[in-house]
């Protein structure tokens, strides 16, 4: 079942303006990454974490490994009408073996131009 | 490099119908995923593979097959397809199972 709750579902945003989405579990997880999904397309990879505290940065995209290992947060600065998407986080457990990767439900963003 | 590549594209079928998707990669990735996504569900496994000649059950399975005979393929059946079936397919693969995850370009499959 979902383990990972990703907030906002969606969100309405005007151009130019900063976006922050999340991603909280009860559980402790070893990897966090956050994908785009553009509409009619598969999800594409944006950023990849795999140390608790680890923060990355990719253009004006900025993903946070949290140190309870529970939970990750994704910033977009600065936002264009490109950024429009679904933004999905995905996690693999602790101790999982080699079972695969749980996904959120996704973030919609729309922006306003 | 093709990537991750999925055929058909779009597929109408009609209830109790089968049919075979199928997806192949060019990265000599281990394992390989097939996943269904709908309106405010996100991505839902629906079996995966940790190699080749393996195959395990993710989320939802039920009403699905499949099948990885050769590591490149990962086939998704549908031996009786049913209107809840309706929904978008993709495809992943990755190297390993903790890494990323590409995806397919998706198939969009609408039984009636």
């Known amino acids: 079942g979902q383990q990972l709750n990703q907030s906002p579902q969606s969100m309405f945003i005007q151009e130019g303006e900063d976006v922050s989405m999340n991603c909280t579990s009860s559980?402790?997880?070893?990897?966090w990454l956050w994908y785009k999904q553009d509409p009619g397309e598969g999800p594409v990879l944006l950023i990849a974490l795999y140390k608790a505290g680890e923060l990355t940065s990719n253009g004006r995209l900025t993903a946070q490994f949290g140190i309870t290992r529970k939970d990750s947060f994704l910033n977009i600065s600065a936002s264009i009408p490109s950024d429009v998407g679904i933004y999905f986080c995905?996690?693999?457990?602790?101790?999982?073996?080699?079972?695969?990767?749980?996904f959120g439900k996704g973030t919609r963003l729309s922006v306003i131009a | 490099n093709a990537g991750v590549t999925q055929t058909p594209k779009f597929r109408v079928l009609k209830t109790g119908q089968s049919m075979t998707l199928l997806c192949a990669q060019d990265?000599?990735?281990?394992?390989m995923y097939w996943y269904r996504q709908d309106p405010g569900m996100g991505l839902r496994l629906i079996h995966y593979s940790v190699g080749e000649g393996t195959t395990a059950k993710g989320e939802v399975p039920d009403g699905y097959n499949v099948s990885r005979l050769k590591k490149q393929n990962f086939l998704l059946g549908l031996e009786s397809a049913a209107p809840s079936q309706t929904s978008v397919y993709f495809c992943?693969?990755?190297?390993?199972?903790?890494?990323?995850?590409?995806f397919g370009p998706g198939t969009r499959l609408t039984v009636l």
């Open positions: 992943a693969s990755s190297y390993v199972s903790n890494d990323e995850q590409f």
């Open positions: 990265m000599n990735h281990e394992y």
């Open positions: 559980s402790i997880f070893n990897t």
């Open positions: 995905a996690g693999q457990l602790q101790d999982s073996g080699n079972t695969p990767l749980v």
